[in-house]
């Protein structure tokens, strides 16, 4: 029995060496199918964030004034161009490179191999294209933040040459220091999607714009705040919903990847942040106010999202609601607070991008969960308060960083090209002083058959008395 058993030794030898090549093909189509959904998902990730463009676009118009509609369709198409431009040239590679602590230095024009030039992506799996696809959705997300507290005052192209500045080079930075392998990701700093490295910088940059540009014509008057209402709320909560869509994809994500990552986890926190913001700023509103606001009502929802775009991989379901809740609460006294500091924000950017975005990534070092995190607990878990403390020098360094950077570009830029438009060109509206054409033309001009009033113009005879352009003064005198 034994020299028959041993006779099967060569057998069995010979069995093992065939289909050891099956096992190994077996798991190389494992590992590409597993790369394959990562990039899937990641690609699918960044056309939502990029949707969010769409939202930013609407909700910037909605709360804007009307004879400004077409200059903010403008400088949403020219912000994400630049983004698009400036960080595959060079913010890619001083997020992302290789380089000291501070700053990646390799990797420029999106050259290198991921070992080498890009050791932050090591391991993913996930082709560098669509890693660079995903990243710079966030810088334009991060972009438009700022312009919306800059609005109906701003010259076009100021903005657009602050835009290089700041795609190809302030946001990198602090980028670098946590996403890039950089000292805070080293000290422990948690930021799973960007509270702080996208939300809070963009409204660092757009306070830094606020207090250089000053407040819109006619916003303060005898030190009170005047009320500018957006012209089309409709258009406003359009915006609020995209971003609500697209803040899957922001979230959802940041794994860099779906498999072996609970993305409908990720996704369900956010929402439930979402909601619960929404709600806060509901109960802050009708207490404040005596009405139920709803421009503040929106904003609520992104004041939840933003809170909760740091921890949404790190807390359980019941810390998402009181993050987002809360993020919703404060959103309402921090518009007025604002607003009697004398500083004009039309869009609510600085409370529900600044304020939230601090909020939210502070509550990491209060909610995390050591199974989400790998290891780093919030204090009400029991893991003190070293979290907390790692979190707020965190937030601190973006805000020294990021607010002094911008400040510094935009003085340039005011002292040289200028930054404001002209109070004509602000009266008139971008529309007409800047691009020459009306974001809605049949409010401002005379269009043949515009109403059921006019009759339509026929032949070759003259055209009508408006038709060149020029702003038309409403029955009361108001060029609006």
């Not at 979402?274 to 802050?284: C, I, Q």
Request: glycine share 14%.
């Amino acid at each position: 029995m034994r020299l028959s058993a041993f006779r099967r030794v060569p057998i069995l030898i010979a069995a093992l060496l065939l289909v050891a090549p099956a096992f190994a093909v077996a798991q190389d189509d494992g590992a590409e199918l597993t790369n394959a959904i990562n990039t899937l998902w990641v690609v699918i990730a960044a056309v939502l964030v990029l949707f969010m463009q769409a939202g930013f676009a609407m909700l910037e118009t909605g709360l804007s004034r009307m004879k400004n509609a077409g200059a903010i369709m403008a400088k949403t198409l020219v912000n994400l161009s630049i983004a698009l431009v400036m960080f595959w040239a060079f913010g890619f590679a001083i997020a992302f490179g290789d380089g000291s602590s501070l700053v990646g230095s390799t990797g420029w024009f999106l050259e290198g191999e991921i070992a080498t030039s890009f050791a932050a992506f090591d391991g993913y799996g996930v082709p560098l294209e669509a890693l660079f696809l995903f990243q710079v959705a966030f810088v334009a997300v991060s972009l438009a933040i700022v312009s919306g507290a800059m609005l109906d005052r701003t010259k076009f192209v100021g903005f657009a040459i602050f835009a290089v500045f700041y795609a190809g080079l302030i946001y990198p930075f602090v980028a670098h220091w946590t996403w890039g392998g950089g000292w805070l990701f080293q000290d422990g700093f948690l930021d799973f999607a960007g509270s702080s490295i996208v939300h809070l910088q963009g409204a660092l940059a757009a306070a830094a714009g606020a207090l250089i540009l000053g407040p819109r014509i006619g916003k303060f008057r005898n030190g009170k705040a005047i009320p500018i209402p957006g012209h089309s709320m409709p258009l406003a909560v359009l915006g609020v919903f995209i971003l609500f869509i697209g803040w899957a994809g922001f979230n959802g994500g940041s794994g860099l990847g779906a498999v072996g990552i609970n993305v409908g986890d990720i996704i369900m926190n956010t929402y439930l942040a979402a909601g619960a913001g929404v709600l806060g700023a509901t109960a802050a509103s009708l207490w404040l106010f005596r009405t139920l606001d709803v421009s503040q009502m929106g904003n609520g929802a992104i004041a939840g999202l933003v809170a909760i775009t740091a921890p949404c991989a790190f807390v359980d379901a019941w810390a998402a609601l009181v993050i987002g809740l809360v993020g919703g609460l404060i959103l309402p006294p921090l518009v007025l607070a604002i607003e009697k500091m004398k500083v004009d924000d039309p869009v609510g950017a600085l409370p529900a991008h600044g304020v939230a975005g601090i909020w939210g990534t502070l509550a990491i070092g209060l909610f995390a969960v050591a199974e989400r995190t790998g290891g780093a607990e919030g204090l009400l878990y029991g893991g003190g308060g070293h979290q907390l403390w790692v979190q707020f020098y965190g937030v601190a360094a973006t805000v020294a960083f990021t607010f002094t950077a911008s400040a510094l570009v935009l003085l340039g830029i005011k002292y040289t090209l200028g930054l404001r438009l002209s109070e004509d060109a602000e009266i008139a509206g971008q529309d007409i002083s800047e691009h020459g054409m009306f974001g809605y033309p049949e409010r401002f001009i005379d269009v043949p058959g515009a109403t059921s009033a006019e009759p339509l113009h026929h032949g070759a005879g003259p055209a009508p008395a408006h038709a060149s352009g020029k702003p038309a003064t409403s029955p009361s005198g108001a060029t609006s």
